[in-house]
């Protein structure tokens, strides 16, 4: 059934998604950029948020919905790169508070790292948690403005002998070619394309061997394909291949386009999830990226699928969101510079010190103490730990505040009590300041506080249940 | 294990208190001289007479250096103090003990803060390295949910309690108005207080204390040695100081209506004086009037009036200069300013001018010669997260 019989079966042991709470209706942005734009929404990272942020939140969400799973190694692909020569798969890897003999690597820089870091943990030896973000825009009124998304999934891989695989691996094809499409420079905000019917006779050229090959080694049928994915960055190429593969028209998976935009890196995991949440038991589905070259990952859900429940679907997360201005969404990304803040910009965090409070700074670790009162943060003189960050609470005041140093003012901050004890004052995110109330629920997600120096200033923030998972937590 | 105090041991011979406002033409050691020099001279006294020195400042300097350089003081020990904006309380403290304890005959507290040098608005506190996790919320916004939270405990309006919130204010700066040392000399009515945009929850730039330039001194001598330098020495009754652990922040039983460090902090204060109805002894007070909900919830915490009565003991105008019991008389930390390292001996720079009938006229208290006790609240940091200081003083060594 395996590409190669020799070993165990290898497949999808759980998966996790992350979309921003924001959405850019496109059609604002022609009235400001003067071109551009068209129908639909857009996901927007929040300011707060980044691909490690947004990566972090997608395997937190992946290994919190499988239990005594943990992988050997942990796998980043973004082309939007909060830092380079520093690995970034390290910060997800103290979020998840993975022991230290978890290897962490990024594969990034090009879209096509995502499909190629997931290849790489269906060959290992170990369960490999592949977490691919991205953060997609171009010039104001570009196409690549109005087309991207922005988000992050998560998959862990690993075989059967892992735990009940949820989606076994049956087959895959490859065709590699050396091509000009899409391109950018280090440090460039935008990409540049080539003359767009190029690269669509390149990809239409290339699939039908890697298609081919992928159904043979899994010996299926294109009419056997329950579900089919094509992604990639050239949306006529994706369209045209998608017809050529002699599926069922009813098997096309729904690109996401209208509600979340293209997610780059991330799109082939996101969608292979949003087909999962949909698949029942023994359907094939057939993920074909297109990216410089043609990939296809074959694979066939199993009994197991239908007792899986994601924490924050796809679809429920498709649901959510809350609007953004174009001129906001443009401060957001750097394009539209606004006053900054008249406050002494935050110091740089040190290394050290995030260092010896890695626990609290990454993993939200509180401690608690001999009369169970919880501390967080940990209290050295306290005898047990207590982890936090899955914690649900409550609001039990708040304020808003118009004075303090925020790169998106004002600051919403609230006191919090948490679940089963412990309290905390903290700021909120993915919130409007008139909605705050007291009451509200609230969740906590790992964010972006600032940048100093280029230091990235990792904590965690708490923000709105918004969504179906929020009467797991109530009172 | 206890507090003992040193009521009657020790006694405030001299002060001195700049202007505290914008001082633009004015660094520290302008204000450091000028404070001094007035100190020197209310006293009858020069540098060489004072045998050891206490320097409060938040963060305008570090080290007796600081102080030691402008004023030229030769081989003498000078101590830089810190303690948030209790800084200038606990320099005072320190110089009390030393000369209660017989180490020296007399010695000076002073306290400075050279703010606006910055170019930013506002207090910013010194960045000491550290993981990026701390809370970076502006104090006023820590204050403001004070507000709300009393509001419903009491069950007050919310515009009401604002209306209340305003008459602070309007209190403060009436006093202040009358003040020549004072930042801010215009009264403001309740209804123009109530007209501002908020800020910080419900709180307005004009709920907030004023940040000034600013310095105040004190000299301190053994009480029996007192009257060789003036005929009306203010003697100390009470000091008392706590500094909390920060419990507040993570307790779900604190609800925002009360400081605990500053029951403490009054408990062991009355103790060490020997009062037991502040409200009627004491002639006046100076507390830490650093938003206006702090004012409304120290008028219980002190145990100037009953849990849940602030509000309407301040409608009621208890706490105006012609009240009961006046509070901040000189205007406040929201007329007179709040230079950090300056405001707790600013503070009984008032009790200094109040209680030995120095006040002009059209400020003096209505208990003027009828008590002869003052209190100086000084807090620093933030609700659930504070250092409470209180001093006690008094004309007569009873």
Not at chain 2, 221 to 236: F, G, N
């Amino acid at each position: 059934m395996t590409a190669k019989s020799t070993g165990p079966t290898k497949g999808i042991l759980a998966w996790g998604t992350h979309l921003p709470y924001r959405r850019l209706d496109r059609s604002t942005i022609a009235a400001v950029a003067g071109t551009g734009g068209g129908k639909g929404m857009r996901t927007v990272a929040s300011f707060d948020e980044d691909a490690t942020t947004m990566g972090a939140e997608a395997a937190r969400a992946a290994v919190g919905s499988v239990n005594g799973v943990s992988p050997g190694s942990i796998w980043f692909s973004t082309v939007a790169v909060p830092y380079l020569d520093k690995t970034n798969a390290t910060t997800i890897h103290a979020v998840l508070r993975m022991s230290p003999d978890v290897a962490a690597y990024d594969a990034i820089g090009s879209v096509k790292s995502g499909v190629g870091a997931l290849r790489a943990g269906l060959s290992g030896d170990a369960p490999a948690l592949v977490v691919s973000s991205d953060l997609r825009s171009g010039l104001p009124g570009s196409g690549d403005e109005a087309s991207g998304g922005d988000g992050a999934a998560a998959l862990l891989l690993g075989s059967s002998t892992d735990g009940p695989l949820l989606a076994e691996f049956i087959g895959r094809g490859v065709a590699t070619e050396e091509f000009l499409d899409r391109w950018r420079v280090p440090g460039d905000s935008r990409s540049k394309l080539w003359e767009e019917r190029f690269g669509e006779t390149r990809y239409a050229a290339l699939a039908p061997a890697a298609w081919a090959a992928a159904l043979a080694a899994a010996t299926v049928q294109p009419g056997d394909i329950d579900h089919l994915i094509v992604t990639g960055t050239h949306d006529r190429a994706n369209a045209s291949v998608a017809r050529s593969l002699g599926a069922r028209t009813e098997a096309l998976v729904d690109s996401l386009a209208a509600t979340v935009g293209n997610t780059g890196t991330a799109h082939p995991a996101l969608l292979l999830a949003s087909a999962l949440e949909r698949a029942t038991p023994q359907q094939i589905i057939a993920l074909v990226v297109l990216a410089d070259g043609v990939e296809v990952l074959l694979f066939r859900t199993t009994d197991a699928l239908a007792a899986y429940a994601p924490l924050h679907t796809v679809a429920e997360q498709v649901a959510g969101g809350g609007s953004i201005t174009y001129g906001r969404y443009l401060a957001w990304r750097g394009m539209l510079t606004v006053e900054p803040p008249r406050r002494p910009e935050p110091p740089r965090p040190s290394a050290t010190a995030s260092g010896r409070s890695r626990d609290w700074k990454f993993g939200f670790v509180g401690s608690v103490d001999g009369e169970g009162e919880i501390h967080m943060p940990p209290s050295r003189l306290d005898p047990e730990r207590r982890a936090m960050a899955g914690a649900y609470g409550t609001i039990v005041t708040y304020t808003v505040d118009k004075l303090s140093y925020s790169l998106n003012p004002p600051v919403v901050f609230a006191v919090v009590d948490f679940d089963g004890g412990g309290r905390l004052p903290i700021e909120l995110t993915d919130v409007d300041a008139a909605e705050v109330a007291i009451g509200a629920r609230v969740e906590m997600t790992f964010r972006k506080l600032f940048t100093s120096d280029g230091v990235h200033n990792y904590f965690w923030k708490a923000r709105p249940i918004r969504d179906g998972h929020a009467d797991k937590g109530a009172n | 294990m206890a507090s003992h105090g040193i009521k009657n041991r020790v006694a405030i011979i001299g002060m001195g208190c700049t202007r505290f406002t914008e001082h633009w033409d004015k660094g520290l050691d302008d204000l450091l001289i000028d404070a001094s020099d007035l100190a020197f001279r209310s006293a009858g006294v020069t540098k060489q007479d004072i045998d050891a020195y206490w320097f409060g400042t938040a963060q305008s300097a570090m080290s007796g250096i600081a102080l030691a350089r402008p004023l030229q003081l030769e081989g003498k020990p000078v101590t830089r103090v810190e303690n948030y904006c209790a800084t200038g309380s606990e320099a005072l403290r320190q110089a009390c003990y030393a000369v209660a304890s017989g180490a020296y005959d007399s010695a000076m507290a002073i306290g400075a803060e050279k703010v606006k040098d910055s170019g930013m608005q506002g207090l910013n506190a010194f960045p000491v390295p550290n993981d990026g996790t701390s809370r970076t919320l502006t104090a006023a916004a820590m204050f403001s949910m004070v507000a709300p939270a009393y509001a419903q405990k009491y069950g007050v309006d919310r515009a009401d309690l604002k209306r209340v919130l305003a008459r602070i204010a309007s209190k403060n700066h009436a006093n202040g108005a009358k003040n020549p040392l004072a930042q801010f000399r215009k009264e403001m009515s309740v209804d123009q207080l109530c007209a501002m945009p908020a800020v910080a929850g419900d709180l307005s730039v004009f709920d907030c204390a004023g940040v000034a330039d600013g310095a105040a001194a004190a000299i301190v001598v053994r009480a029996e040695d007192a009257h060789r330098y003036t005929d009306k020495p203010l003697y100390i009754k009470a000091l008392s100081m706590v500094a909390g652990n920060g419990s507040g922040l993570m307790d779900p039983s604190y609800d925002y209506t009360t400081f605990p460090e500053i029951v403490q902090c009054a408990q062991d204060a009355y103790a060490q004086a020997g009062i037991t109805d502040p409200r009627h002894e004491l002639a006046m007070a100076e507390v830490h009037d650093c938003f206006t909900p702090t004012e409304l919830v120290l008028m219980e915490d002190l145990g100037f009036c009953e849990r849940g009565t602030a509000w309407s003991e301040i409608n009621a105008g208890s706490f105006d200069l012609d009240g009961d019991l006046p509070v901040n008389p000189d205007g406040g930390l929201k007329s007179f300013g709040h230079p950090t390292g300056a405001s707790g001996l600013r503070m009984m720079y008032e009790a200094w001018l109040q209680l030995r009938g120095e006040a002009p006229e059209e400020r003096r208290i209505s208990t003027y010669g009828k008590r002869h006790l003052a209190l100086t609240h000084n807090l620093g940091g933030y609700p659930g997260e504070m250092v409470s200081f209180i001093s006690i003083l008094g004309t007569e060594l009873d």
